[in-house]
């Protein structure tokens, strides 16, 4: 009986299959090779079109040339070339012929005094006017350049610097400090962009982000000042991996408040850096930014001296003409971009430990807007080095929303967490991509479902397990992505183009192949993963090695993955078992919110009972998994919720800060490495008496381990590939309560069991 509702599915979708078949027969003809042919014939034919379209432009353009004649305008523009001196000036020659040189060169590049200073008023006239950075264009002087069009598009990002002051360039250092103290009056200048936003222009957002390389190096400015809708395309390095962000806390920084203004600990600091990035990846460009004009001079002193021990690195500052290196404040960045960009907060305690919570133009109304320029600058590595922290900024004593931000944004550049609510990553978008992924599983594969953030989604993605940090390759389905797509260009090219562009692997698989042909096509997968595999040793041959995203501190030592071979290549065998998540079956005949209460209670126990101690958030995606739902609604959290009150409340289960167990059960350590549910493999989806345990499990196979060791250790043996900053202080917060409760104790940088220390 228990078959019955399955088996009759079976044969209805298969019936319904040949009707849709029988009705197109096209459907049953499809072949994926010969469609693959087209859509290559395609991509090609329209990278034709657009290469032909720049040779009908300039056809155009040289039929409408002036002819060589000796008289008019054209004669005068003729006799200006043969002349060798006493030319007309720039703007009486307009006046006189413009018109023919707006026929020879049709489009002109000038800022707003130029337009007034060489184009006379009704001389010359222009079908479309682009105001780039139009938030940076003050309206008096955008005024005279629309007089003179016909048409205007106004490009601008109002969440950007508006225009100050501070863009007079001045040399005088008193007069630069007056320009810092300046910035409150940006907010009395109203913008061109501004302006056209007042009038009803129509708008239109660029939804778009291609400069950064790592998603997580636009998160912050996406999530604070976007409203999480621009379009990031994703990285094919996970969060383990070397793009992306990177902190540096310097632990012994003096922020001098009263006197220069400046942290020296972190100048050098940064300068260093520079130092190392030159020697391990000269290729790459970079760029330092500072909060303010003291400590950017701060850190060019500080490479002054550098440079000076340093001579052989000298060439690297004039190596990349089309992107020099640059050491700039916080008011002069925008517009620039680099590979890689180093930011000096500089802010911090003084020498007597007080901080003082003023951040300069930062705290000042506006001040986020020049913060997220500062953080969106880099396109595929970003280090910020800070001598505090989150938490050492106080909201009640600090002023401005830019500040706010910049606890945001230190946070997230430390724990790679936003502070907001997810449950968990995105199921697959339909059951033929859940049926890829179990299959290629079923071969031994990981496989990642909808990897991305922001509106660009990879299908599947499978893991490198060669090459840590990284997909080795990225499948994309004709799902619900690609039904979507407003054309072929847009499905078929760009879409694909972009994804390489990033440095992704693509393999695309046809739903209609995959249902006649299941075995052909999953062979070709995995053949398409091997080739892939060599694609990607290529790439690693020519670009220098990533450098792991990590959390470093002043005066430590980074903490790699070779930790752990000091206790021996089998070290960790035994002391953990694989994670199984429930299965059994539930009455999938109801919605999970329509199950009368007590049974409700039963399903979720018996999830507590096999996967206990478990987070209250996981026992809700198991609820989903169980009814094969893609998304948990408020109502099913609801009923989950309401069955773990009733169980606390009648003690079969207990709570510890969000997670559930069965009173009295044993704790066992779980390898989380080949887990379904993408949630587990969230630190804050550990439980703490289960990292307690791994603890314990850890010091006593190896009669003792260092502080360095635990974290490591115990990370590998639950599972993860890499021991992240949160994931690193969570363990060590453990630890510290072991030895608080006397079930460790620390004896010459050793933990051991309180046992086995009195017994020595």
């Known amino acids: 009986p228990e078959a019955v509702q399955d088996c009759f599915d079976r044969i209805y979708f298969t019936q319904m299959l040949r009707e849709l078949i029988r009705q197109r027969p096209e459907l049953g003809q499809f072949d994926g090779v010969i469609h693959n042919n087209h859509v290559a014939e395609?991509?090609?034919?329209?990278?034709?079109?657009?290469?032909?379209?720049?040779?009908?432009?300039?056809?155009?353009?040289?039929?409408?040339?002036?002819?060589?004649?000796?008289?008019?305008?054209?004669?005068?523009?003729?006799?200006?070339?043969?002349?060798?001196?006493?030319?007309?000036t720039v703007r009486r020659l307009l006046k006189d012929a413009g018109s023919v040189v707006q026929a020879i060169k049709p489009v002109f590049m000038m800022s707003p005094l130029s337009v007034a200073q060489f184009l006379e008023p009704g001389a010359v006239e222009f079908d479309l006017l682009v105001i780039d950075e139009a938030s940076q264009v003050q309206p008096v002087d955008a005024l005279g350049a629309i007089t003179r069009c016909k048409q205007i598009v106004v490009v601008g990002d109002s969440k950007q610097l508006p225009p100050t002051r501070f863009f007079m360039q001045l040399t005088n250092a008193a007069e630069a400090e007056e320009e810092e103290n300046a910035a409150a009056q940006a907010k009395d200048i109203e913008s061109i962009l501004g302006l056209c936003c007042a009038r009803g222009v129509p708008q239109a957002m660029l939804q778009w982000h291609y400069r950064s390389r790592h998603h997580s190096l636009i998160a912050v400015s996406n999530h604070e000042f976007y409203e999480d809708r621009l379009f990031i395309i994703p990285s094919p390095y996970s969060a383990a991996a070397g793009l992306g962000l990177r902190f540096h806390h310097i632990q012994n920084g003096v922020f001098d408040s009263g006197g220069s203004g400046t942290n020296r600990v972190e100048a050098r600091a940064v300068c260093q850096t520079v130092v190392d990035h030159i020697r391990k990846t000269p290729h790459l460009s970079l760029g330092v930014a500072a909060f303010s004009i003291k400590q950017r001079q701060a850190i060019l002193d500080e490479l002054e001296l550098i440079r000076r021990e340093h001579p052989d690195i000298e060439s690297f500052f004039t190596s990349h003409p089309d992107e020099p290196f640059f050491v700039k404040n916080l008011e002069s960045v925008q517009g620039d971009e680099r590979d890689v960009i180093f930011i000096s907060i500089g802010y911090g305690r003084n020498a007597s430990g007080y901080m003082a919570m003023r951040f300069g133009p930062l705290s000042n109304e506006g001040g986020e807007r020049r913060l997220n320029v500062l953080i969106s600058r880099a396109k595929k590595r970003c280090e910020v080095f800070s001598s505090i922290l989150a938490e050492d900024i106080d909201l009640e004593r600090a002023s401005g929303r830019g500040v706010a931000t910049l606890k945001t944004f230190l946070e997230f550049a430390r724990t790679g967490r936003l502070g907001i609510s997810r449950r968990s990553g995105l199921e697959e978008q339909s059951p033929f991509e859940e049926a890829v992924r179990r299959a290629l599983e079923s071969l031994g594969y990981e496989v990642h479902p909808q990897v991305g953030?922001?509106?660009?989604?990879?299908?599947?993605?499978?893991?490198?397990?060669?090459?840590?940090?990284?997909?080795?390759?990225?499948?994309?389905?004709?799902?619900?992505?690609?039904?979507?797509?407003?054309?072929?260009?847009?499905?078929?090219?760009?879409?694909?183009?972009?994804?390489?562009?990033?440095?992704?692997?693509?393999?695309?698989?046809?739903?209609?192949?995959?249902?006649?042909?299941?075995?052909?096509?999953?062979?070709?997968?995995?053949?398409?993963?091997?080739?892939?595999?060599?694609?990607?040793?290529?790439?690693?041959?020519?670009?220098?090695?990533?450098?792991s995203v990590t959390v470093t501190t002043s005066g430590e030592d980074e903490i790699e993955r070779d930790t752990v071979l000091k206790l021996g290549n089998n070290a960790l065998d035994g002391l953990s078992k694989p994670y199984v998540e429930a299965r059994f079956p539930v009455p999938r005949h109801q919605e999970p919110h329509e199950i009368p209460p007590k049974k409700m209670a039963e399903i979720v126990f018996r999830i507590i009972q096999e996967e206990g101690p478990i987070h209250e958030d996981e026992v809700v995606i198991r609820v989903r998994s169980l009814?094969?739902?893609?998304?948990?609604?408020?109502?099913?959290?609801?009923?989950?919720?309401?069955?773990?009150?009733?169980?606390?409340?009648?003690?079969?289960?207990?709570?510890?800060?969000?997670?559930?167990?069965?009173?009295?059960?044993?704790?066992?350590?779980?390898?989380?490495?080949?887990?379904?549910?993408?949630?587990?493999?969230?630190?804050?989806?550990?439980?703490?008496?289960?990292?307690?345990?791994?603890?314990?499990?850890?010091?006593?196979?190896?009669?003792?381990?260092?502080?360095?060791?635990?974290?490591v250790a115990v990370a590998r043996m639950l599972g993860f590939g890499s021991t992240s900053s949160q994931l690193r202080e969570m363990i060590q917060a453990q630890t510290a309560r072991l030895n608080r409760e006397g079930l460790v104790v620390e004896v010459d940088g050793m933990f051991k069991r309180r046992q086995e220390t009195n017994e020595s």
């Open 42 to 88: 395609f991509r090609e034919l329209d990278k034709n079109r657009l290469l032909l379209a720049k040779y009908q432009v300039l056809t155009a353009h040289y039929t409408k040339m002036p002819a060589h004649a000796g008289a008019g305008p054209a004669g005068i523009v003729r006799a200006e070339i043969e002349r060798k001196r006493g030319h007309r």
């Open 627 to 711: 009814w094969n739902l893609g998304r948990a609604g408020s109502r099913i959290q609801d009923a989950v919720s309401t069955a773990v009150r009733s169980l606390v409340k009648e003690k079969q289960c207990v709570r510890e800060d969000g997670f559930v167990t069965v009173p009295g059960a044993s704790v066992t350590v779980r390898d989380r490495e080949s887990v379904s549910s993408l949630s587990l493999r969230k630190p804050e989806m550990l439980p703490p008496a289960e990292i307690r345990a791994a603890i314990l499990a850890l010091v006593d196979a190896h009669h003792g381990a260092t502080k360095e060791e635990i974290p």
């Open 453 to 547: 953030i922001a509106g660009f989604f990879i299908d599947l993605a499978v893991v490198d397990r060669e090459r840590h940090g990284r997909y080795v390759l990225g499948i994309e389905c004709d799902g619900a992505a690609y039904h979507s797509s407003r054309s072929a260009r847009d499905r078929d090219r760009l879409r694909q183009a972009v994804l390489e562009d990033h440095g992704w692997v693509i393999h695309r698989i046809w739903s209609t192949d995959w249902f006649q042909r299941p075995q052909e096509q999953l062979r070709k997968i995995a053949e398409a993963i091997e080739q892939a595999k060599v694609a990607v040793d290529e790439i690693a041959h020519h670009e220098a090695p990533a450098v």
